[in-house]
C-alpha cells in the first residue's frame, strides 16, 4: 500500500484522556505541525476509466473541490467495497486533498477517518493511527461529537490490532461516551459497547 510523505496534521487536542492518547500516538508516529500541500500528482493511468474518475477529472479542472473531494470519495468507498486497497488509498487521499483545498472541515476530517479505516481493514493498523488521531483533533475543533467518536472507535480497534488492549478499551469508552451524548446510530454503539469488552487472558485469543 502507498503511503503518504507528509500526511496531514492538524493541530494540537484539547486536554482529556482521549487528547492525551493522541500526543502518545502523534509522538510514537513523528508527528509534527500541520506542513503546507502542494497540488496532488496526476490521476494514475489505471484509474482514469470509468464513470467516477470521468466525473473526478471533470470536477479537477474546474477546480470544483467540493465536487471533486465528493467523488474521489465515492469512488474510494467502491473499492473499499471491492477489497480494491490500493486504488482506496489514492482515492482517499485526493478526496482529503480536495475537502482541505475546499476548507471543507467536516468532509475532510470523515475522510482522514475513512483512510484510518481503509488501513486497517487491509492490515496496516500501525499506519491508520495517525489518520484517526488527525480526525479526533479536528472533530474536536468543529464540535463534530460523532465524528470525534468514531474516530476514537476505529483508533481502539487499530490499537486492539497493534496488541495494546488496554488502550483499546479505553478509547472504546471515551467513543461511546461521546457516540452516546450525540444519540448515535444503535449500531454504532453497540460496536463501541463490543470493543470496550474485549479481553485479552494469558493463553487465549482476544475476544
Not at 64 to 75: F, V
Not at 91 to 96: E, Q, S
Request: hydrophobic share 45%; charged share 30%; glycine share 10%.
Amino acid at each position: 500500500m502507498t503511503r503518504a510523505a507528509h500526511p496531514p496534521r492538524w493541530g494540537d487536542p484539547r486536554p482529556g484522556p482521549l487528547a492525551r492518547v493522541v500526543a502518545r500516538i502523534r509522538a510514537a508516529v513523528g508527528g509534527r505541525s500541520r506542513p503546507e500541500r502542494a497540488g496532488v500528482p496526476s490521476l494514475p493511468v489505471a484509474l482514469r476509466r470509468g464513470d467516477l474518475a470521468v466525473r473526478y477529472l471533470a470536477a479537477e479542472r474546474g477546480v470544483d473541490h467540493r465536487r471533486a473531494g465528493a467523488t474521489a470519495l465515492e469512488a474510494m468507498e467502491r473499492a473499499i467495497g471491492a477489497r480494491d486497497w490500493w486504488p482506496a488509498d489514492i482515492w482517499g487521499h485526493r478526496a482529503l486533498w480536495h475537502f482541505e483545498q475546499g476548507e471543507l472541515r467536516l468532509a475532510a476530517t470523515r475522510a482522514a477517518r475513512r483512510i484510518g479505516e481503509l488501513r486497517t481493514a487491509a492490515g496496516d493498523p500501525d499506519s491508520a493511527r495517525r489518520y484517526y488521531a488527525e480526525a479526533i483533533s479536528e472533530a474536536r475543533d468543529i464540535g463534530a461529537e460523532r465524528e470525534e467518536g468514531l474516530a476514537a472507535l476505529g483508533l481502539g480497534r487499530a490499537m486492539l490490532d497493534l496488541g495494546e488492549v488496554t488502550t483499546a478499551r479505553r478509547l472504546a469508552q471515551i467513543a461511546l461516551d461521546l457516540l452516546e451524548r450525540c444519540a448515535a446510530p444503535a449500531g454504532e454503539l453497540a460496536a463501541a459497547r463490543q470493543l470496550r469488552g474485549t479481553e485479552k487472558l494469558v493463553g487465549q485469543e482476544v475476544r
